[in-house]
């Protein structure tokens, strides 16, 4: 008992100084995934179309001075209904300030869509006349609430056109780093909000045709930007996890980009690795290692994610874990001059490879979790 305890207290001490190291500069030391299949391998060269990596400030209206703050980019999601108000009517003025603001502080711009904003945040983001045309492309649940049927032809068709006239304007444009395509709520891979899910079933959507849609927005994407590096938000689903083993394996084989808009130290049901279970490689963390080395990829996070210092630390680690080239993150976190030191750290190692990082480091940590965690 003795040894054990000894043992103990020499592995803690260890870890902590493990982790001090790592946080503020020193060379330091993350763990070696066991039965990960397939097998991690240290990145060698930049993932593919990564552009411009590093820190972006998220829904950055207020257009963060990067003299003063560690960020290397902006973000800011735009919605379909004010970007395209009538059938073949564009107003770009939005985007094109939003880019010109930031190219004047020499910070590319990462750009998302969003064609539902669910219960929270405004909902419906479809323009009205698309619904006048194609009144299939709505579905009608309790009370009136609106939500796009995405799964409808003819609002896929309309989408397209719309997507078709963005990547005309704004496909390879040299201050666009990246799209974050809009697929479901918030443009993430789920169609609507937990309340409203038993009307979208009940309206004739099915995990497999989920899938079909999430891949046929993809293809949407990607059949209009040939130049500009996409990302699918691939982290939520709608009834299985085995959903994101599909879409996102489809996406990625591609050469889109994957990202995961929740940040944090760890979670449950990330990492599925026994091949016994139905959700094997299914997990959100799965994806992004089996193609960190391969597609870009992007994390998006939150103070109340990535909570005080520890949370953040660990949060930074696991990202960076995940060979990432970009992290979204909110004001409250990029503003914090507390954290100041661990963004510095993401941002010296965020889209790198062997051949140009500037250190090469292990945080070893015991999960909290215990339902397949990382």
Known sequence: MLKTNRLSRSLITLLALTAFTAAFGGVSAARRPENEDPPLTA??????????PGIYAFEDFGHLDPRRFPIKGSNIIFEWKYLNPAPGVYDWSQIDNWLQTEAGWDLPGGMGITTYSGICCGGNMVPHWVYSEHPSARLTCDEGWIIPKTWDSAYQAAYAQFIQALAARYDGDPRLAWVEMGVGTFGETHPTDADFQPCAISAGLTSDLW?????SITDIYLNAFQRTPLLLQMASVFQHDTERRQFADYAASRGIGLKHNGLLPDNDGVVYNDPTYSFYQSGAFDLMKKWGDRVPIGWESYDYLLTGLTGTTWGIYNGLDKHADYMVLASDITTDASRRP???????????SLVDTPSVWVALRETEKAWFPD
Not at 342 to 352: Q, S, V
């Open 43 to 52: 990145r060698t060269q930049p993932a593919a179309h990564a552009l411009n």
């Open 211 to 215: 899938i079909q849609t999430v891949e």
């Open 342 to 352: 661990l963004l510095d750290f993401a941002n010296a190692h965020l889209g790198r």
